[in-house]
């Protein structure tokens, strides 16, 4: 808050905390931590995004996770249920399947989502890593319009995960840099545009939930990169969470307790 931000994305793992029985019952002391992190963010006057952040597994089994997302969601919600419009439900980060079977799962999980929470506002996103180009096979209730659609953004791939392990086609890049040359712009409006022409024709709001470069890119490249998405998210009225604090798109050096000052001031310009 200090710093300038004023939501927090708080990334749950609840499949980890499972009981292990039929009715997939979560153990406490995930809640204990949850209502730590919401309340901590609340006392700070921050906006809470509590995202389900299990699409590892899920993508592997989308049909197969589906009773334990919704039994899950089920717990988080009714133990939420009392918290301020100011903390958000995301029913699944990047739902990387099919549109149809995304579909059918969203829309079950907002049926037991409404029943506990009928006021919350809902985030929902796109399929295979909440791409833009995947705005068009998204199908909502279309008489709820508390409801915000997430779209990420790491274009152009290669530049924001070069020597990534976890990225088999650019692990092994690297010197890869973003300058914002005119091509380089041209791709980001052009990208963004589409999003934008959508959120108007639909008259559904946008959150831009993930954007970030791996740190192995160089840091005034990182820089220029991350301020003008921001920026562009900002012309267009779209929210926006950075990916991510600590680790390899850090934000905040969690060992030194220390902003890491170039990115920070990438996402929160100091005023002159």
């Known amino acids: 808050k200090e710093a300038g931000f004023n939501n927090v994305r708080i990334v749950i793992s609840p499949f980890r905390f499972s009981m292990n029985d039929s009715a997939f019952t979560i153990n406490p002391k995930f809640f204990t931590t949850l209502d730590w992190a919401i309340k901590t963010s609340l ?3 921050l906006m809470v995004i509590v995202d389900f952040h299990e699409h590892n597994a899920m993508q592997k089994d989308p049909l197969g996770t589906k009773p334990k997302l919704l039994a899950m969601w089920k717990q988080i919600a009714e133990h939420c249920k009392d918290y301020p419009k100011e903390v958000l439900f995301e029913i699944a980060n990047e739902p990387n399947m099919k549109p149809e079977i995304w579909n ?3 829309a079950e999980a907002y049926k037991i989502l409404r029943k506990s929470n009928p006021k919350r506002t809902l985030i929902i996103g796109t399929i295979n890593g909440n791409q833009i180009k995947h705005l068009q096979d998204l199908t909502l209730p279309e008489e709820d319009r508390n409801i915000i659609v997430a779209i990420h953004y790491y274009s152009p791939i290669h530049f ?59 840091m005034a490249s990182r820089v220029k990169w991350t301020n003008y998405v921001a920026r562009q998210a900002e012309r267009n ?14 934000l905040y050096d969690m060992d030194k307790q220390s902003w890491v000052e170039p990115i920070k001031n990438a996402l929160i310009p100091m005023k002159k």
């Open 43 to 45: 006392k700070n006057k």
């Open 104 to 106: 059918s799962i969203h």
């Open 160 to 218: 924001t995960h070069q020597g990534a392990p976890w990225s088999v086609k650019n692990k092994d890049l690297s010197g890869i840099t973003w300058t914002e040359t005119a091509s380089e712009i041209k791709a980001v409006n052009n990208d963004f545009e589409i999003a934008q022409n959508w959120s108007k024709k639909y008259n559904r709001p946008l959150t831009l939930g993930e954007f970030g470069a791996y740190e192995k890119a160089d």
């Open 237 to 250: 009225k779209w929210s926006w969470s950075y990916w991510q604090f600590d680790s390899d798109f850090i």
